[in-house]
């Protein structure tokens, strides 16, 4: 079923093969979508989205340097793409950064002011800004994705100041969703399990939080990166027309349980 079919969405965060962020645009192309795609600048990281579009099939995509720290890059970007498409029916936030030397146990009352600063904006205020500049180009409503973690509702062993960037994530989803519901743009937060992506092995015990899962999780295993990109098929196509504001977990089952 091409549930996508005739929407184009932009995406953010893919940096390789692995990432959940690719695995989204994966699916929705699956299902009819065209993707564009936003990549941090650089030529290796071009170099990295280019081999993941071409691997995955997708060889023409288009994609357009951007850092979301940078208010002149996202205005250049939502340019460009309204100047090639016209429009966008979805945008998947899949950002997040923190500096690794605090994803430790024990370091987060160690966090100092900048480095929570650079998290909450890289990880946060990036949702925002990438919201105001999308609305005006999804004139006939659309679906905002953002990325999250269980950490961001219970303490993960260090996860620490990434946790509290989720959590204000998954707030200003649901504020963005209530501010954008009247012009028909939905906006939710899927959390997924741990999966082994470049950003998740900077998290310390990272192998330890996996074993965790399989162990306890009702399903008895982690979750497949894949199995977060079918997910998104749902919440930004129009099977989720009544959903908003919306933390949807994809995780085995693992938040539903006391462990």
Known sequence: ??????????????????SIGWHIARNAA??????????????????RVRKALDDGGLPDAWIFPCDVARDEDLDRLFIAVGERFGRLDFLVHSVAYADREYLQEGRFADTP??????????SVYSLIATARRARPLMTH?????TLSYYGAEKAAPGYNVMGVAKAALESTA??????????????NSLSAGPCRTLSAMAVGG????????????????????????KAAVYLLSDLSSGVTGETHHVDAGYSSIVT
């Open 174 to 187: 649901r504020y963005l969703a209530t501010e954008l519901g009247p012009f028909g743009i939905r906006v």
């Open 113 to 122: 002011r900048d480095v929570f600063s650079q998290a909450l904006d890289i």
């Open 206 to 229: 990272i192998d330890q939080i996996l074993d965790r899962v399989e162990a306890t999780a009702p399903l008895r295993r982690n979750i497949e990166t894949d199995e977060v990109g």
């Open 30 to 47: 699956a299902h009819g979508a065209t993707c564009a795609f936003a990549y941090l600048p650089g030529e290796k990281m071009e170099r």
């Open 141 to 145: 409503g659309g679906s905002i994705l």
């Open 1 to 18: 079923m091409d549930c996508l079919a005739n929407k184009t969405g932009l995406v953010f965060g893919v940096a390789n093969e692995r």
